[in-house]
Structure formats: structure tokens, C-alpha cells
């Protein structure tokens, strides 16, 4: 994505009477997706795939709704209605899950790397670059695509980053415990049948790599995940080159971070 767009949005201090602390708040979605991630995978081992699917893409949910709210705590992002819609948007938080999961894929997330961090946003896996263009623009902004993505002068976007914000698994979440009807009144799919065996390890690993990046240990947190768990405090900073206030002006008008902003620290 070009550099315009990647540091056009700028911060806003949340209005006054938004929330003072959100720290109760994580911690209880936390442990709730906790909970989510362990029922899914005792389903899963006793061959209820389907279940287990869906319960496994709501703790993945989970986890991004604790994540969104770090970033509102951590004053990344405004406490607007547009924000709160975000929370509340399924598409959305399979987005932010997508990206954690990008990340704690390539041992970004865990502590013995943290030198491999990159020390400016442009520099992040295209498909995490791609999903905070589209939860940044799409869903906080309210901006159609072609308003912030020129398809002559762009790269294209993800593919599995578009399918995921297309809704693609949200439809699969819907089909593994709902029967869809076509427009004859026929079923469209069948929940009761067993997810096949990849499919349900490809989505048991995801949540796997989501628990891996809030440190969650049997329903167990301490202290503030922001304050307490530096690599989820550097990742709030990485979109900080995204989001936060401007520092220095570009002779083209968008706007660059201060390293000091993109750079996680311990």
C-alpha cells in the first residue's frame, strides 16, 4: 500500500466520559475466549469438529476484541461509535484475528524474537499491512474500497485477507451449525457433517497461535496484558506508525511516524 495512505489517519482523544479503564474488561474477554478455545478443542478430540469449528472462530473473536480493546486503552484508538461498531462486527474482529495470527505465525509474538521485529509498519507481512488497511479504512473510517485503494496503481490485496474481510469465515462459521435453505426451500449445506481432518487442523493450529499471543495459560491471567506482556505492549506500538498522531509532515502531505513509534522495546 502506498505511504499516503499508510500514515494519512491521524489520532483523536476519546471523548470525554469514554471509558477510564478497560484492563477488567480484557481480562474477562480473555478468560472468556479461554474458555471458548479449550471447550473447542475437547470437542474437536471427541470428533465434534463441526461444534468445534464454531466455538473455535468465537474465541479467535474473542481474542481480537481483547486486542482492539488493548488499543483503545493504550489510546491508539478513539472510543468512537465507529470503534464500537468494530467490536460488535464479526468481519471485523476475523480481520484483527487473521493479523495476530499472521504474526504469531512468524514467532513475532514470542519473546526469544523480538529482535525480528520490523522497525517500520511498511515493513510488516503484507497480509497484516493489508487487514489494518481494511479495519483501519473499511470499518473505523467507513470508506468503500475505492476511495482508499487504486486497483491501477495499488498491489492487490491478499487474497486470503479479501476472503476474510468478503466474509468468507463467517460463512463457513454459519454453515458448520446452520442449515442454510436456497431459494427452492432445498439445504444449502449440512452441519452435521465432520469438518474434514485438515480443515479442522488448519483452524485448531489458528486458535493455537491466537492463545500463544496473550500468554492465556488454563483461564489464568495476571496484571494487565498491556503492561504486563512487553510483545503485546510492542504490538500496540507497531500500529501506533498507523494511527497515532502525526509527528513529522512529508513533502507530499501524508504523514511518518517517529521511529521512536514504530520501533517495539522491551
Not at 488499543?71 to 468481519?91: G, I, V
Not at 474482529?93 to 504474526?103: G, P, R
Not at 473505523?140 to 487474497?159: A, C, G, N, Q, T
Request: glycine share 4%; with cysteine.
Amino acid at each position: 500500500m502506498p505511504v499516503r495512505l499508510l500514515y494519512r489517519m491521524t489520532y483523536t482523544a476519546p471523548p470525554q466520559g469514554g471509558p477510564a479503564d478497560l484492563n477488567p474488561t480484557i481480562k474477562a474477554i480473555l478468560s472468556n475466549a479461554d474458555r471458548l478455545a479449550e471447550e473447542a478443542i475437547d470437542l474437536g478430540d471427541y470428533g465434534r469438529t463441526q461444534t468445534a469449528f464454531f466455538l473455535s472462530v468465537l474465541a479467535r473473536e474473542e481474542f481480537a476484541k481483547a486486542f482492539l480493546l488493548i488499543l483503545a486503552q493504550e489510546e491508539r484508538l478513539p472510543w468512537t461509535t465507529r470503534f464500537q461498531d468494530a467490536l460488535r462486527s464479526h468481519r471485523c474482529k476475523q480481520l484483527v484475528s487473521h493479523t495476530l495470527c499472521e504474526l504469531s505465525a512468524i514467532d513475532l509474538l514470542d519473546p526469544k524474537y523480538v529482535d525480528k521485529w520490523p522497525r517500520r509498519v511498511r515493513e510488516l507481512p503484507r497480509p497484516v499491512v493489508d487487514a489494518f488497511h481494511i479495519l483501519v479504512h473499511e470499518h473505523l473510517r467507513d470508506l468503500d474500497r475505492e476511495d482508499w485503494w487504486y486497483k491501477d496503481e495499488d498491489p492487490p490485496i491478499d487474497p486470503t485477507v479479501q476472503e476474510v474481510a468478503a466474509g468468507a469465515v463467517e460463512r463457513r462459521k454459519q454453515d458448520a451449525v446452520y442449515v442454510r435453505i436456497g431459494w427452492n426451500g432445498s439445504p444449502r449445506n449440512d452441519p452435521t457433517k465432520p469438518l474434514g481432518e485438515s480443515e479442522w487442523k488448519h483452524e485448531r493450529r489458528r486458535l493455537k497461535l491466537m492463545k500463544d499471543a496473550f500468554w492465556v495459560s488454563e483461564g489464568r491471567l495476571s496484571g494487565s496484558p498491556a503492561v504486563q506482556y512487553p510483545l503485546i505492549a510492542a504490538l500496540v506500538r507497531v500500529p501506533a506508525g498507523l494511527l497515532s498522531r502525526p509527528t513529522t509532515s512529508r513533502t507530499d502531505g501524508a504523514y511518518r511516524p517517529a521511529l521512536s513509534e514504530t520501533t517495539p522495546s522491551e
